[in-house]
């Protein structure tokens, strides 16, 4: 799995594409990983969701297109995906502080993103923790949904807030052994390669043993062989874009391994105080030999 040239031959795409369809699944494809992967890596790595980035894009290049003159502002609109001037006229001044018929005069300032592209820097100094599991199938109750890319300002993926905010205290049940969640999976989300309408299959809770808390329900994990990554930060949530980043880009490229499209990753969070120094949680990747 070639980061580096991937990720390069994703910008290229993404210019080809900026007047048609950009299918976030076909980009994730380019780097053999689920959207919900790439957009982790994507956003740590370019500080914004990849759909932020096309976005700017077009905007960008819509301002060139303004200023030549040769288009009728409705047709821009169209050309880069906006269903009417108005929702176009909204975006333009959004970025750029002006209306897109302003920007047709002169002396007014506007702002232009070029291009990402990425390149090659020294890593690797600081270690990766790992080991290789293999674990027979299981079963996950939790809240299943089909989840996106964290909005703007949000550590939690809207899935998580849900869950967060309308389970976990349901899961918890007093804590321990008394409640639903059971170690070693205390707490886990589970996320398929395969999309459904675009967005990531889904599931956050616990291993399910026979129990669930009432409008919950259960998804099988099959059996796998999993690269299991230990990750100590001072808390869990915030630091999964920069674990995932360090895994895909250092320690595939260097393995004799590759992502399992069949079977679901997992971010498991055990019992403890993610605010506290020390905590460690884990992401488990599913893997086969190259």
């Not at 494809?29 to 956003?43: K, P, Q």
């Not at 001037?85 to 750029?96: E, V, Y």
């Not at 502080?97 to 005069?105: D, I």
Request: net charge neutral.
């Amino acid at each position: 799995m070639d980061w580096l040239n991937g990720l390069n031959k994703i910008m290229g795409y993404i210019e080809e594409n900026l007047t048609g369809e950009l299918d976030k699944e076909m980009l994730a494809r380019m780097v053999g990983c689920s959207i919900y992967e790439f957009s982790r890596v994507f956003s740590f790595l370019t500080g914004m969701p990849v759909s932020e980035y096309i976005r700017r894009r077009r905007l960008s290049q819509a301002v060139f297109d303004i200023q030549s003159g040769r288009e009728k502002i409705v047709d821009i609109a169209l050309k880069y995906g906006y269903e009417s001037p108005a929702a176009f006229t909204r975006a333009f001044k959004d970025l750029h502080g002006t209306t897109p018929l302003s920007a047709r005069g002169t002396g007014i300032s506007l702002k232009t993103y070029p291009p990402m592209s990425f390149s090659l820097t020294v890593k690797g100094a600081q270690s990766l923790n790992f080991r290789i599991e293999k674990r027979k199938a299981f079963q996950i109750a939790g809240l299943a949904g089909c989840d996106e890319e964290c909005p703007a300002g949000d550590s939690l993926t809207p899935l998580w807030r849900t869950f967060m905010e309308k389970y976990n205290s349901s899961f918890w049940n007093g804590g321990g052994t008394n409640g639903y969640y059971t170690p070693p999976f205390w707490q886990v989300g589970a996320y398929w390669f395969e999309p459904v309408d675009g967005k990531t299959k889904s599931i956050i809770g616990a291993e399910y043993k026979g129990r669930k808390p009432e409008g919950t329900t259960v998804e099988t994990i099959p059996a796998a062989t999993w690269a299991v990554f230990s990750i100590t930060s001072p808390t869990g949530i915030e630091y999964v874009p920069a674990a995932y980043a360090k895994i895909m880009t250092e320690w595939f490229p260097a393995s004799r391994y590759r992502r399992d499209e069949q079977t679901p990753s997992l971010e498991v969070f055990p019992e403890g105080d993610a605010a506290e120094k020390g905590y460690t949680w884990e992401i488990w990747i599913p893997i086969i030999a190259s």
